[in-house]
């Protein structure tokens, strides 16, 4: 058996199978006479990219320029080659690629839509690079000859800030990835894309191992493998780091890294001298650790490096004992001035390597944080409470949801432990920003303990949304990013102060809890709680945040006047506290509320919230909901192919974010069906109608509303068609 062999039964169990039939050898020799035929301009795939050029091709893909054409989008089209096509190896290779992409939501990390197929042949839709990959920025950032190289001078060098801005991005990427167990293994120039809006992005994860997986199989690119890995040893962060470094020196430099030899050891040849600027120096000395041939001593992931970098960027120049100090390494080189100096290194080393352990044992405390959130007595209470409930499918949804919290509390441990090391071990940030950022945290964990705690209660009601209500839990990304920390409030200093506003907090997260399982009145007396204590206390921010809540509640309990004031009120004391966020939030609840009996003022709405969702750097959950009003708006003013295009983009959203079988996505399933209906396009609403029928046969009881609805609708369109006995036969089913 081949190592390509080995590897692909050793993923057997973690891959989707693409194609139980895949095994088969006659059917494989079938599928490749289907693809024989080359991706041309002008194809349609699956009935819906349509394939315009072609701007790349590797060893296993070809990759082309297409157009979404239900979404009305660019993308970029990711196919295997034909003679790779009915390989179930280089398939599973594919779903992994969209596994990983879709793990990770950060903007120096390519996103990767959708896995399709057409003719056979498998393909992934991902974002549209327009600018080109790094490999174009290195070529024409390179210098002609070696004599036309300088040291580079951030004071002179006009360039300088666009390498340092490349360089973060680069480290960014990658450090998402690490940050929750992933390794690249094929970092390199030509899979770091240029987007249209200058960001630069990680792409190509088909060689990418998550968590404990193995694998036999290296892959990747000759050139910037790692020593260990091209000695045969597995690929892991640090290799990865290894491949890091290289482009950094790379970007910063504008030269690729050159080798000293001595005897059996290989080191980075260093570029700059004593005399440099010392951020070049820092920039210099992190490349020289991330490209050391022991991978020990390479900083553990990119997350390290990226608060190298960033701390390297800050650094202060050498003041009278520095430049002293390296006038005295000259001396140093006789043995009576070396042997005291040791003996001072020695000390210095001592205590610095007691305060690094000392302050990694203060961040290692993630762990016992989350300890009682959901293991044990928590997570039996929520089981039994399903099995309570009587639901047919609470075993199911008892085991997605067990899943997905989780994972969640896995991805929280690494985000303090990163928060934390960055203040206590790597120094990159300040003690206030930490302070910023596990406040942020502790909500989230709040939400989570919270959402535990009301689904020991759940009915047959709440088990149906409890996935749902799981998927809303943060992703964590405005806990780490300046932009987000932004829209969080400061807390008072006041012990007393600070924890009133806390427990008003708390209300409404508990409030936004019951409201996610269904449960609206409950929900709604919490919220009405919240905004008192929050009026107590002064607090306009907590007062619009409760608002917002409660008019979600009012408008799912068919009281649109009163949620549509609550929301406007919200909205109002949202602006003045600055919460971007809750505007957001507001604005679309009352374009919605507003759609039925003024469309034209909805439509207003709906504008201000796509401002607030672009001025603090959008949501997906907020504009999902919003894309849902803006589909609502356009059916009401009859336009209703407009209304099924708009629909689309909010089921893409909700899909991305909750998976395809989710019932939030049934939901807007089912507003696409009646507006292809009015539109008149009865075969699509008819296979949406399936489509419809399939999440809800997985989620819904056979006795809820929205389920039956579809029966109804299913009768109308066959009517229309004049296949009238099949019409009886789902109206019969609908009464």
């Not at 290779?93 to 879709?102: D, F, T």
């Not at 920003?433 to 705690?453: E, G, H, K, Q, S």
């Not at 919240?530 to 206390?537: F, N, R, V, Y």
């Not at 399939?694 to 299913?714: G, K, W």
């Amino acid at each position: 058996m081949d190592a390509k062999s080995r590897d692909a039964d050793a993923e057997g169990d973690s891959a989707e199978r693409w194609d139980a039939r895949d095994e088969t050898e006659p059917l494989a020799q079938a599928v490749v006479r289907r693809v024989s035929a080359a991706i041309a301009p002008g194809d349609v795939l699956a009935g819906r990219y349509e394939v315009h050029q072609l701007i790349g091709r590797g060893g296993a893909g070809e990759v082309f320029k297409a157009t979404d054409r239900e979404l009305g989008e660019r993308v970029a089209l990711k196919a295997l080659r034909s003679e790779l096509a009915a390989d179930h190896r280089w398939r599973r290779r594919l779903v992994r690629e969209l596994r990983v992409a879709r793990a990770i939501r950060h903007p120096n990390v390519c996103r990767v839509f959708e896995l399709g197929a057409d003719g056979g042949r498998p393909f992934i839709t991902m974002e549209l690079a327009t600018g080109g990959t790094l490999r174009d920025v290195l070529l024409s950032r390179a210098a002609t000859d070696a004599d036309s190289w300088t040291m580079p001078d951030p004071s002179r060098d006009a360039g300088w800030p666009g390498r340092l801005a490349d360089a973060r991005a680069v480290c960014a990427g990658l450090a998402s990835l690490h940050a929750v167990g992933i390794t690249h293994r094929d970092v390199t120039p030509q899979n770091v894309l240029r987007m249209d809006d200058g960001r630069l992005v990680l792409s190509d994860f088909g060689l990418a191992l998550a968590g404990r997986e193995t694998t036999t199989f290296q892959g990747g690119t000759p050139a910037y493998m790692a020593p260990e890995v091209l000695a045969g040893a597995n690929a892991d962060q640090r290799a990865d780091v290894w491949q890091l470094g290289l482009l950094l020196h790379h970007l910063l430099f504008a030269r690729a890294a050159e080798w000293d030899r001595r005897g059996t050891q290989i080191s980075l040849r260093r570029l700059v001298s004593s005399d440099v600027s010392v951020v070049v120096d820092e920039l210099a000395a992190l490349c020289a650790a991330c490209l050391s041939h022991d991978p020990t001593v390479r900083p553990a992931s990119a997350v390290e490096v990226a608060g190298r970098l960033a701390a390297a960027e800050i650094a202060k120049p050498r003041g009278f004992f520095a430049k002293t100090f390296l006038r005295a390494r000259r001396a140093a080189r006789r043995p009576e001035v070396r042997l005291a100096l040791v003996a001072l290194v020695v000390t210095g080393v001592g205590v610095e390597i007691g305060h690094a352990a000392t302050s990694q044992r203060l961040c290692q405390g993630g762990a016992a944080k989350v300890s009682g959130v959901w293991a044990g007595s928590a997570r039996a209470a929520v089981k039994a409470a399903f099995v309570r409930s009587g639901s047919s499918r609470a075993t199911d949804v008892f085991a997605t949801v067990d899943r997905m919290i989780d994972d969640h509390l896995r991805r929280w441990v690494g985000a303090y432990t990163d928060a934390c090391e960055a203040t206590h071990v790597r120094g990159e940030q300040s003690a206030e920003v930490l302070d910023l950022r596990i406040a942020c945290l502790n909500d989230d964990l709040d939400a989570t303990r919270t959402l535990a705690r009301v689904l020991t209660d759940a009915d047959a009601t709440m088990v149906d949304h409890a996935a749902e209500a799981a998927s809303t839990l943060d992703d964590f990304s405005r806990c780490a990013t300046v932009r987000g920390l932004r829209e969080l409030p400061t807390l008072p200093r006041d012990p007393m102060a600070r924890q009133a506003v806390e427990a008003q907090r708390h209300e409404v997260i508990e409030a936004e809890a019951l409201r996610a399982v269904n449960q609206f009145s409950k929900s709604l007396v919490i919220a009405d709680r919240a905004i008192k204590d929050a009026e107590t206390i002064a607090d306009g921010r907590g007062v619009a945040q409760a608002l917002a809540v409660k008019g979600g509640d009012l408008c799912q309990l068919g009281l649109i006047a009163q949620a549509e004031s609550t929301e406007k009120r919200a909205l109002m004391l949202a602006e003045e506290a600055g919460d971007q966020r809750t505007m957001a939030v507001a604005a679309a609840a009352i374009a919605f509320d507003l759609a039925f009996s003024n469309p034209r003022e909805a439509e207003t709405w709906a504008t201000f919230s796509e401002a607030d969702l672009r001025h603090f750097g959008g949501d997906p959950q907020i504009e999902s909901w919003l894309q849902n009003s803006i589909a609502f708006i356009r059916y009401q003013e009859g336009r209703f192919d407009e209304a099924a295009t708009v629909a689309r983009k909010s089921i893409a959203l909700k899909a991305l974010r909750l998976g395809p079988q989710s019932l939030d996505v049934g939901i807007s399933v089912g507003g696409l069906v009646t507006s292809l209906m009015s539109a008149g396009k009865f075969d699509e609403a008819l296979a949406e109608s399936d489509r419809l029928l399939s999440i809800f046969e997985r989620v819904l009881d056979p006795n809820d509303h929205f389920y039956l609805s579809v029966f109804s609708d299913r009768g109308k369109i066959l009517i229309a068609k004049g296949r009238f006995a099949e019409a009886r036969a789902w109206l019969d089913r609908a009464l």
